[in-house]
């Protein structure tokens, strides 16, 4: 039926459905262009995003800064670019980081059963009951705040939800046929893992990540809007707007933009995952 | 029912200890030892004096007994006093022998919070839910299309970028509302319509802003879970045998859609706990997410370990509660037909 269809075509079904599904299109049209700044930010960026002008102190937008200048008058367009680099990279990597995390220990759990099930099912509970923004914060006052310990803890406290996914994937998928055949032709633990169960997982597990993104940039922004994320001088959206806090009576520019940019991106993110999720998963039809 | 409760009484223990072992590690992550940031709030602190400290701490024992007095703290809920603060007790008042009373930290910001937290989930139901109704009784037509784009929207707007922008346009540039704290200077000497008045006003924006993405993802899940019953045998039966619209809707679906929201609610507490960090710094907001974020920028371990122990259990028992409302409204649930 329908689910036999869903295993052996999920790569193509993926490409069609992001070109296919307007939700998803407009949603990777903004992370691809957002991507594609960052990327090139270098070759685009006007100014050097940390070089000081005192002559261009909180200038007002115009056609030489395109959005403004800052307290210290460094242009406010090149640190928006560079700002992209950093959000979007702490973003991804601390999903990989979770998506890893979530993918093994679901794969342990649903794989395996018994107790090694129960233990990782309760972990995962103790986990959620922790307040995620409590947790992050606690460990960062324990460490020193830098982009690797965000990301990293970002990907530790965020990896429960891939785990009960992948868990549930592989409880579904256990005693279907090829599985049994597999089974029969000797496949060991590890291949049967990776090489049938896991593939057959993707789509939930994709859409998962893809909407984690979207999450991940909104924690990371917030910890650089508290001061305990991204540390000057490295600009990031979050403490680009931190910086504009102190002027928003007289440069609204230096709390617009950035704000805007956040929203955009996790726009972007939830466009395109929810888009994945229409177009893959026949439940949600 | 009481088999269940003491059912699910029973599985708090684990994750209670889980919780424990989490915040011991996270103790332990600080490199070198939690007396040196002890010793930055007193430069004169004597290499004595934090061999005492060490004592206090237990930071002398091996691990395992550490962990062991760490989880007889918790258990006794002593977090000890506060190393930024003048040694004020980090939850619970404490009496001296002159019987002069010392407020606990956590004693004092827990009301704040808990109030702000109560005020958001109402909120977020009042808005909430009709959005969502409307949402999926009108499905893909203009109404739908323009909720659909609000959820989309309230996903994604940062929090604290939205308030920043409010607190500017209805605190600076119009002064329709005070910009931070709970009361104005001269709350004492107000009546109490003027002190209610007051106090709304003071809370309005934190309020709403602690409830934005709660109010996004409820209104989403009303309109899914509607969708979701709509489509079942029994609301087709209740149509075809002539009930109206209003009744099929209301009545008979509605119904069955907001169970699962009980459980949504539940779950969402440890995001509206943890987001209190946020509403609650910009705005001045004396609760329990003002107090950690200062208290993680001073370093101020025994009140974060506090405050991490004591909003996890508020999970907890939010959980409970979200279960056995459950129970009570589902007796499937509780009978052990589900689940």
Known sequence: MIQTTKTSTVKRNLLIAALSNPLALSGFIIIATILLLAIFAPLIAPYDPDSIDVKAILLAPSPHHWMGTDGLGRDVFSRMLFGARISLLVGIVAVGIATVIGILLGAISGYYRGWVDIVIMRLVDIMLSIPTFFLILAVIAFLTPSIWNIMIVIGLTSWMGVTRLVRAEFLSLQGREFVLAAQTLGAKDFRLIFTHLLPNSLTPIIVSSVLGVASAVLVESGLSFLGLGVQAPQASWGNILTDGKVYIQFAWWLSLFPGFAILLTVLGYNLLGEGLRDALDPRSK | ?339
């Open chain 2, 1 to 339: 029912m009481t088999k269940y409760l003491l059912k699910r009484l029973f599985w708090m223990i684990p994750l209670l200890v889980g919780i424990s072992l989490i915040s011991f590690l996270i103790m332990h992550l600080a490199p070198g030892d939690i007396t040196a940031s002890e010793a930055s709030f007193n430069p004169k602190a004597s290499e004595e004096s934090r061999q005492k400290l060490r004592e206090i701490y237990n930071l002398d024992k091996p691990v395992i007994v550490q962990y062991g007095l760490w989880l007889k703290r918790m258990a006794t809920l002593d977090f000890g006093t506060s190393f930024a603060t003048h040694q004020r007790p980090v939850f619970w008042e404490r009496k001296d022998k002159d019987g002069n009373v010392t407020p606990g930290m956590i004693q004092q910001a827990l009301p704040v919070t808990l109030l702000i937290n109560v005020l958001s989930l109402g909120l977020i139901i009042a808005i909430a839910l009709p959005l969502g109704v409307i949402s999926a009784v009108t499905q893909n037509q203009l109404p739908d299309r323009a909720i659909t784009l609000f959820v989309f929207i309230g996903f994604a707007i940062p929090g604290f970028w939205l308030a920043l922008m409010l607190m500017y346009w209805t605190g600076v540039a119009h002064s329709w509302l005070p910009i931070s704290g709970m009361h104005s200077l001269n709350y004492e000497k107000m009546g109490w319509l003027a002190q209610m008045y007051d106090s709304a006003k003071h809370l309005a924006l934190p309020v709403f802003i602690s409830a934005l993405s709660g109010l996004a993802g409820i209104s989403l899940f009303v309109r899914n879970g509607m969708l979701d019953v709509l489509h079942q045998d029994y609301i087709t039966t209740a149509r075809a045998k002539g009930l109206s619209e209003n009744t099929v809707v209301y009545g008979h679906a509605l119904r069955n859609a907001l169970l699962p929201l009980i459980t949504i609610l539940g779950l969402s507490i440890p995001g509206l706990i943890g987001g209190s960090v946020i509403a609650e710094s910009i705005f001045a907001i004396p609760g329990m997410g003002k107090l950690f974020y200062d208290a993680v920028l001073m370093r101020d371990f025994p009140v974060i370990m506090g405050i991490l122990t004591i909003g996890s259990a508020l999970t907890l028992v939010g959980n409970l509660l979200a279960d056995v409302a459950y129970a009570w409204a589902d007796p499937r649930v509780r009978r052990g037909v589900l689940r």
